[in-house]
């Protein structure tokens, strides 16, 4: 039977997200904190629910199950920098809790119960509340997800192959863009297209794109699919892009970062002008029936 995913990385509509980056307690072992995420309940029924998709720091997964996820995948271990100067800051975590849910107060609700049930094993190093803008653009005002596959063929682009290692699996780019929204305002709507290499109203690639042009930087055709969940993070005077980015590969995501970052080539996105990243971690999200093999059985479960 081939490996069952977690179904919140494909649950879309959600109106209310949350991310909780986690370190493991002093004294915590990590097989523990596996344990403990792997016994979390996902309350679902048919009628409403709240997704979890839960990761981990890619080397801390792979210590614990040695096969269990692809070779060369990494955590965000050293800063990115760039040709001039440009830093994207690795601030790297244990293992990460995505819920998503149709509103805040059951999303709270959830978040607040798994703390409590993972309270000796870990602690919360960074939390980030989302919420979708103006239904599917992002801060900049920009429809972001134009390119992103369609549900029916996201499994493909998000999840290791079947008879791989890690199959069923997905590696997860999560990173928090601030956005300098008054720089960005001051931009002319034809200067901002430019910036993200498609028309504002309607999503339409340039053609050609500017080479230093969001859509170029990280042209799919060049660097391989990825399946983005970004959302809107932040209040009124401070707020940004979460970016979540799932690859069935490390590889298409860390290249879109050296590519934005101008290292191949000198060329820097010009969207780093108007952004900047806060944060990032790269996360192994395991199949849900990998998990489910560390976790606590009924009898266990206090
Ligand atoms: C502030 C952060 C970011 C914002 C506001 C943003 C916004 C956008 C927008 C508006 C588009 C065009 C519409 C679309 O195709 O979705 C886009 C495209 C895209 N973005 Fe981003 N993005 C951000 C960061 C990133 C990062 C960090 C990556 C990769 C690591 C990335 C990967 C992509 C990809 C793959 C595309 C589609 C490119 C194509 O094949 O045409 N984005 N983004």
Request: hydrophobic letters at 40%.
């Amino acid at each position: 039977m081939s490996a069952a995913p977690q179904p919140g990385l494909f649950a879309v509509g959600a109106g209310s997200q949350l991310y909780l980056e986690l370190d493991r307690a002093r004294g915590a072992r990590e097989r523990s904190l596996i344990r403990a995420v792997a016994s979390l309940r996902e309350p679902r029924t048919t009628m409403a629910g709240v997704n979890l998709v839960a990761g981990f720091r890619p080397e801390l997964w792979r210590r614990v199950a040695p096969r269990g996820i692809p070779r060369a995948v990494a955590g965000f271990n050293r800063d990115l920098r760039g040709a001039d100067g440009y830093v994207m800051p690795a601030t790297q975590h244990d293992a990460v809790l995505w819920f998503s849910g149709a509103a805040p107060d059951v999303v709270f609700d959830e978040a607040r119960a798994a703390l409590r049930a993972l309270a000796s094993v870990a602690t919360v190093a960074e939390e980030t509340v989302g919420w979708p803008y103006r239904q599917d653009r992002d801060l900049t005002g920009f429809v972001d997800g134009t390119e992103n596959p369609t549900l029916g063929e996201a499994p493909t682009v998000a999840l290791v192959r079947d008879g791989q290692p890690g199959a069923g699996g997905s590696v997860l780019l999560l990173q928090k863009w601030q956005h300098r929204a008054a720089r960005w305002e001051a931009l002319p709507v034809a200067a901002q297209e430019r910036v993200i290499g498609r028309s504002k109203p309607d999503s339409i690639e340039m053609d050609p794109k500017p080479p230093d042009s969001h859509a170029e930087r990280t042209d799919q055709d060049r660097f391989g699919k990825i399946f983005r969940r970004n959302v809107a993070y932040g209040g009124v005077s401070d707020h940004g892009t979460m970016f979540v980015g799932f690859c069935h590969s490390q590889r298409p995501l860390a290249r879109m970062l050296e590519s934005m970052a101008g290292i191949p080539d000198g060329v820097r996105d010009a969207l780093t002008d108007y952004t900047r990243p806060l944060s990032g971690g790269y996360y192994f999200v395991p199949a849900w029936s990998a998990l489910k093999t560390f976790a606590a059985s009924d009898a266990d479960v206090g």
